[in-house]
């Protein structure tokens, strides 16, 4: 069977970095997703398995915003900042200095 233009692109991505392990379900996952888009004609489907696709290719490190993405410490939308030794400090304290719970029933 002669592979479309999608998958042809997943395959040639995915080989450039062989698999970890545990990564070779979502490469698999992604490959499909790629075949089933070179065979759909629906727009809205195309739509759909599109989004999907996307969030393997993430998921896997696939796309530019995905790598720039590791290489400072963050995880898709979500910021994960690098603490500085002074918010690191402030969490220490805040934690030391928090009220403690107090038993109102205790009087």
């Known amino acids: 069977m002669e592979t479309g233009p999608m998958e042809s692109a997943f395959k040639a991505a995915s080989s450039i970095e062989p698999a970890a392990d545990r990564d070779k379900a979502a490469v698999e996952l992604g490959r499909t997703f ?34 720039a993405l590791a290489q400072k410490g963050m995880k898709g939308n979500d910021p994960v900042k690098p603490q500085s030794r002074l918010d690191e400090l402030r969490e220490r304290r805040s934690r030391k200095s928090g009220a403690k719970t107090v038993d109102a029933a205790s009087s």
């Open 34 to 67: 790629a075949e089933q888009m070179d065979l759909e004609q629906d727009a809205a489907t195309l739509i759909k398995l599109g989004d999907s696709y996307l969030r393997v290719l993430e998921a896997l490190q696939m796309t530019p915003r995905a790598r």
